[in-house]
């Protein structure tokens, strides 16, 4: 059965870093897009950063370009998202997702993603 799972999120201060990843299970993530959402309460999911399946095409929130980067190793099977000068407002659910369509003007549309993991919480708080 398909499955992504993600992992490292967690408590950090103002400032600091986090590396999450996503991986995966039942299938391989080389031949399809993944995307890196988030989900803060009250609020709709949105899309954060998104990789093509070739690691050719990236797409950044703007509220958090210069400040995350999705790398894939699909040697591995995994997809990571380093984060660095986490605020307060990146405080959310990270749920990662894949695209099987890897159609690049799809990367990051919520609708266009499967397989979405079960989600690990980001706080970023003093």
Same mark, same amino acid.
């Given at each position: &059965?398909? &499955?992504? *799972?993600? @992992?490292?999120?967690?408590? $950090?201060?103002?400032?600091?870093?986090?590396?999450?990843?996503?991986?995966?299970?039942?299938?391989?993530?080389?031949? *399809?897009? #993944?995307?890196?959402? %988030? =989900?803060?309460?009250? +609020?709709?999911?949105?899309? *954060?950063?998104? #990789?093509?399946?070739?690691?050719? @095409?990236?797409?950044?929130?703007?509220? $958090?370009?210069? %400040?995350?980067?999705?790398? %894939?190793?699909? /040697?591995?099977?995994? $997809?990571?998202? =380093?984060?660095?000068?986490? +605020?307060?407002?990146?405080? /959310? $659910?990270?749920?990662?997702?894949?695209?099987? /369509?890897?159609?690049?003007? %799809?990367?990051?549309?919520?609708? /266009?993603?499967?397989?979405?993991? =079960?989600?690990? &919480?980001?706080?970023?708080?003093?």
């Amino acid at each position: &059965q398909a &499955q992504l *799972v993600e @992992s490292g999120g967690g408590l $950090v201060q103002p400032g600091g870093s986090l590396r999450l990843s996503c991986t995966a299970s039942g299938f391989s993530l080389g031949y *399809v897009a #993944i995307g890196w959402f %988030r =989900q803060a309460p009250g +609020k709709e999911r949105e899309g *954060v950063a998104c #990789i093509s399946s070739s690691g050719g @095409s990236e797409k950044y929130l703007d509220s $958090v370009n210069g %400040r995350f980067t999705i790398s %894939r190793y699909n /040697a591995n099977n995994t $997809v990571y998202l =380093q984060m660095n000068s986490l +605020k307060p407002e990146d405080t /959310a $659910v990270y749920y990662c997702a894949a695209d099987p /369509a890897n159609l690049l003007y %799809r990367l990051c549309v919520v609708s /266009a993603y499967h397989h979405w993991g =079960q989600g690990t &919480q980001v706080t970023v708080s003093s």
